[in-house]
């Protein structure tokens, strides 16, 4: 616990399980959920490096508004979910592929 | 003790993430999700941030994830029991993610981190709200902004069309 490197292995595998589900995801909100699996493991090594570094708090800073745009990119992106479900009846990404209905 | 905790957090969170990618069950996979949240918090608490780990439980945990059961309440039909959903193209995503994990593990242990040992502060609040108010008062103030956008734009996106 006291180990750079675990952290960064956790937010390693963070990381790669969440291009996992962003890569292989049918459904638009499984492929968010995979975008907040990236965002979290970008935030737990930021983190870590304010926590080894000497405790500077810019790491901190850093966290805090990473947290803030997940939360505002989740809002948009669940309204414009909504919005494809409203017109195509579907949220699957592969058949919602094109422009105009 | 704490470390027998530590690696039970770790695992909860490893787990759970793997359980958020690969369950068929929509509203699993959103429940997985709280979980890696929430050992994700345990973890800030470990490296000494506790203002963080409570912004993580308030913002994720209190609204993001609530954001995405909601958007998965209101894109099914909830009375058809189908919440299912499927991957496509797992093999091809599995060896890219095993590869990039592998890259970045390699990354990891062959390289010298620049590392100080500190004393643990007792909270950290303080501090972070001194350098929001003075050294990083733009990006606070964009922030604001791109939050005000955010809510206008969800707003209209979701209205229904007149």
Redesign the interface.
Known sequence: ?DQ???????A??????????V????????V???V??IL?AA??NF??F??????N??G??F???V??????????A??????I?NNLNT??V?EASMMKE | M??IL?WFI?SL??LS??M??LNNQ?LY??IA?LF??FG?AG??I????D??AG??LL??IG??NV??I???M??NRISSVRLS??????G???V???W??II??LV??KTP????T??E?SS?VR??GT??MT??LL?FEA?SI??L???I???L??REAS
């Open positions: 616990m750079l490197n675990n952290y960064l292995f956790i390693a595998i963070l990381f790669s399980l969440g291009v996992f589900g890569m292989t995801r049918r459904n638009g909100i499984a968010l959920m995979g907040e699996l979290n935030n737990l983190i870590a304010s926590r080894f570094g000497g405790m708090l810019d901190h800073i966290g805090l508004i947290i803030v745009l997940a939360a505002a990119e989740a809002a948009v669940l309204a414009i979910v909504i919005n479900y949220i699957n592969d | 704490a470390e530590f770790a969170t490893v993430a793997a958020v990618v929509l996979s959103a999700l890696t949240l994700v973890l800030y470990y490296l000494w941030a203002f963080i912004v993580q913002v994720y609204g993001i954001l995405i909601f958007g998965i209101l894109t959903q499927t991957n496509i193209q797992q091809f995503g599995g890219i993610a095993l990039l994990l970045i593990s990891i242990s981190w620049y590392q100080v500190s004393a502060p950290t501090e972070v350098l929001l050294k990083y990006p922030i791109l939050l956008g955010a809510l734009g969800a707003a996106l979701s």
